[in-house]
C-alpha cells in the first residue's frame, strides 16, 4: 500500500470515529491509529528521510558553528578583560581585543557560510537524485503506454480489424509497408 492510500485510510478513519456527545473530539481505536502512523513512518521513501538528514546535519553544523563562535567572542573578551587590567597597555589590549573579536566573529560568519554551502549542496544534489528519479519514472511510464498501444493494436489485427482502423500505433507494425491485408491480391499482378 502507497503512501496515500494509508494517508487517505488514516483520514477515513478518522472521519468514520464516532463522535463524542456534545463536543467535537471523537473515539478511535488508538492500536489501529498507531499502527497507520506505523506504517507511514515505513513507507516514506528514502529520499525523503535523505533530506531530514540532511536539513539534520545543516542544524547541528549551524549549532556547532554558534558555539564555536561563541566560544571565541567569550575567549576575546576573557582576553580583552585580562589585557585592560593594566593601564600600561589599555589602549593596547583594547584595539587586540577589538581584533580579536572580529576575528572570531569573520571565522564564525565563514563557517557559517561554508555549512550553508555544504548543506545546499547536499540539497542539490538531492533534488538532482529526485529529478533523475521523476524522470526514469516518466520514461518507463511512456514506454509502458507505447507497449500497451502495440499490444491493443496487436489483438486488434489478430481480429481482423482493417488497418485504417487501427490507428498511428500501428504504423511500424512488424509486418512493414506493403504487407497489410489489403496489399495481398496485389503481389500477383
Known amino acids: 500500500m502507497d503512501l496515500t492510500s494509508r ?3 488514516l483520514e477515513e478513519l478518522v472521519r468514520d470515529a464516532k463522535s463524542m456527545p456534545l463536543s467535537s ?7 489501529e491509529v498507531l499502527d497507520l502512523i506505523e506504517d507511514l513512518k515505513t513507507s516514506l521513501p528514502d529520499e525523503i528521510k535523505q533530506a531530514r538528514w540532511v536539513v539534520k546535519d545543516r542544524e547541528e553544523l549551524l549549532a556547532k558553528a554558534r558555539r564555536d563562535a561563541e566560544a571565541m567572542v567569550e575567549q576575546a573578551r576573557a582576553e580583552q578583560l585580562r589585557l ?10 583594547k584595539d587586540e581585543a ?3 573579536v572580529q576575528e572570531a566573529e ?10 550553508e554551502d555544504y548543506v545546499d549542496a547536499k540539497l ?15 520514461a518507463s511510464n511512456d514506454g509502458l503506454s507505447r507497449t500497451i498501444d502495440q499490444v491493443v493494436a496487436g489483438r486488434e489485427k489478430l481480429r481482423g ?15 512493414g509497408p506493403g504487407d497489410g491485408p489489403d496489399d495481398r ?4 499482378a
Open 7 to 9: 494517508l487517505s485510510e
Open 25 to 31: 473530539s471523537a473515539l478511535l481505536n488508538r492500536d
Open 84 to 93: 585592560a587590567s593594566h593601564e600600561a597597555v589599555m589602549q593596547r589590549a
Open 98 to 100: 577589538e581584533r580579536i
Open 106 to 115: 569573520e571565522d564564525a560568519r565563514k563557517l557559517r557560510l561554508e555549512a
Open 124 to 138: 542539490a544534489q538531492l533534488e538532482g537524485t529526485l529529478q533523475k528519479i521523476l524522470e526514469e519514472m516518466i
Open 161 to 175: 480489424v482493417p488497418s485504417a482502423e487501427l490507428g498511428p500505433e500501428m504504423a511500424f507494425s512488424d509486418d
Open 185 to 188: 491480391g496485389n503481389e500477383e
